[in-house]
């Protein structure tokens, strides 16, 4: 008998460049650009028919982590209790999401963030809408 020669490649991670690009294809009503050393990616969207649609934007610089923001006229931004956020910007009036927990490894960059942190935000936007109504967070996940 003869023996097996297994050739393993290693998966190649996308470019930060590519990432963009490749989610700017996928949405077409997004805007894609450089600026100050960043890449940033920003659309709407709407997690229901009946929703509002919601302006985000996702920023990532050289040495940081993909950021994803709520941006625009964000009801209830001033609330101590706003759900599942990291930070929130009232000069810029923008919210830092959080969809995911970092240390738990539920997500990393060589993940296409038109599969991954696009589709999270709309169902944390889905969230958000009933946390607008009842101020009870029904998303689950744990806060950093």
């Not at 963009?20 to 996928?26: D, E, I, P, S």
């Amino acid at each position: 008998m003869g023996s097996k020669n297994f050739i393993f490649f290693k998966k190649k991670s996308l470019s930060q460049a590519l990432q963009f690009r490749y989610a700017g294809n996928k949405f077409t009503n997004s805007n894609v650009y450089f600026k100050d050393g960043k890449w940033n990616f920003s659309t709407s969207l709407q997690p229901t028919p009946f929703s509002p649609t919601y302006p985000i934007e996702i920023v990532k610089g050289k040495n940081a982590g993909f950021e994803v923001w709520l941006v625009g006229n964000i009801k209830k931004i001033k609330a101590p209790d706003f759900p599942h956020k990291y930070k929130v910007d009232l000069k810029n009036n923008r919210v830092k999401l959080c969809l995911y927990h970092p240390n738990k490894f539920e997500w990393d960059k060589n993940q296409p963030i038109y599969e991954t942190l696009i589709p999270w935000a709309c169902e944390w936007l889905y969230y958000y809408e009933y946390w607008l109504d009842d101020n009870i967070w029904r998303g689950g996940g744990e806060h950093p």
